[in-house]
């Protein structure tokens, strides 16, 4: 299963919204989970099984779709929301498959 | 909680061997299967291989056979065999817990450079 993500760079403004986008290249009903990677860092689960915040993550980030077409939204930017995000497919479980993911970068 | 913390990287030439462990903390370490995810410099995340709980083994195709992962129980570390090593293959190397869920563990990476 190939995951694809656009755009591969976002500009946007703190307190703008960004909306990336994540598309399967199969079905993968609902198994699809959104991390944000900052510099030097591991990734954090952000978004699991496509719609479900993950512990401690803030209101602002959501995520939605099912079956191949998947997006997160960042309601309102935060200077630490600044950062790389990777959806990741786990229908294939145990077989993971990441996305290229998206830079969401300071306009 | 649980940590995860990997070592064994390192700088290697090509074709030789390395291999990383990853010792566990915080859970059971036999109940769980555990992964290992690779990042190139300046690239995106890349799924390596699984090893369930019972010591059945999964492997991203494009690796070849080169790679061989598996684990101590009594110990509570996870390895990583990389043979045949090439420059491609420079990378950080984490291990994680994906569980489904809120369960879901990262290392903090071993950074493994392929080099002559």
């Known amino acids: 299963i190939v995951l694809t993500q656009s755009p591969a760079t976002l500009s946007v403004s703190p307190g703008g919204r960004a909306t990336l986008s994540c598309r399967a290249s199969q079905s993968i009903s609902s198994y699809l989970n959104w991390y944000q990677q900052k510099p030097g860092q591991a990734p954090r689960l952000l978004i699991y099984?496509?719609?479900n915040r993950a512990t401690g993550i803030p209101a602002r980030f959501s995520g939605s779709g099912s079956g191949t077409d998947f997006t997160l939204t960042i309601s309102s930017l935060e200077p630490e929301d600044f950062a790389v995000y990777y959806c990741q497919q786990r229908s294939s479980w145990p077989l993971l498959t990441f996305g290229p993911g998206t830079k969401v970068e300071i306009k | 909680q649980v940590q995860l913390v990997e070592s064994g990287g390192g700088v290697v030439q090509p074709g030789r061997s390395l291999r990383l462990s990853c010792t566990a903390s915080?859970?059971?370490?036999?109940?769980?299967?555990l992964h290992w995810v690779r990042q190139a410099p300046g690239k995106g995340l890349e799924w390596v291989a699984v090893?369930?709980?019972?010591?059945?083994?999964k492997y991203n195709e494009d690796l070849k056979g080169r790679f061989t992962v598996s684990r101590d129980n009594a110990k509570n570390t996870l390895y990583l065999q990389m043979d045949s090593l090439r420059i491609e293959d420079t990378a950080v190397y984490y291990c994680a817990n994906f569980q489904g869920g809120n369960f879901d563990y990262w290392g903090q990476g071993t950074l493994v450079i392929v080099s002559s």
């Open positions: 090893i369930s709980n019972d010591g059945r083994q």
């Open positions: 099984e496509a719609s």
């Open positions: 915080g859970f059971t370490f036999s109940s769980y299967g």
